[in-house]
Nanobody, 117 residues
Framework: QVQLVESGGGLVQPGGSLTLSCAAS????????MNWYRQAPGGQRELVAV???????HYADSVKGRFTISRDNSKKTVYLQMNSLKPEDTAVYYC???????????WGKGTLVTVSS
């Protein structure tokens, strides 16, 4: 059974930093593209960052240069380092695994990030 568990969310002041983690259970991690999405209050879920199974990264324009996604296959964990946070980064952040062999998507339950003074 696949489980994704996010951690690291919280309250941070504008300009601050946070690092989110997503730990995966099961055997899908190595062959999955790992993604972070976010959903702001009243908004739609949007893709924030991608790290492919081959460790190629992609970012939404809104976070490029401020966020860094990385993965540690030995720990089955994906990270999202978030710097220079803005109030508009406030959202629930979700970890997603896209398992390439079966084209299945798996989701975590999310972690709340609040950027406010």
């Amino acid at each position: 059974q696949v489980q994704l568990v996010e951690s690291g969310g919280g309250l941070v002041q504008p300009g601050g930093s946070l690092t989110l983690s997503c730990a995966a259970s099961g055997s899908i991690f190595t062959n999955s593209n790992m993604n972070w999405y976010r959903q702001a209050p009243g908004g739609q879920r949007e893709l924030v960052a991608v790290v492919t199974s081959g460790s190629i990264t992609h970012y939404a324009d809104s976070v490029k240069g401020r966020f860094t996604i990385s993965r540690d296959n030995s720990k089955k964990t994906v990270y999202l380092q978030m710097n220079s946070l803005k109030p508009e980064d406030t959202a629930v952040y979700y970890c997603n695994a896209f398992y390439i062999p079966s084209l299945m998507n798996y989701w975590g339950k999310g972690t709340l990030v609040t950027v406010s003074s």
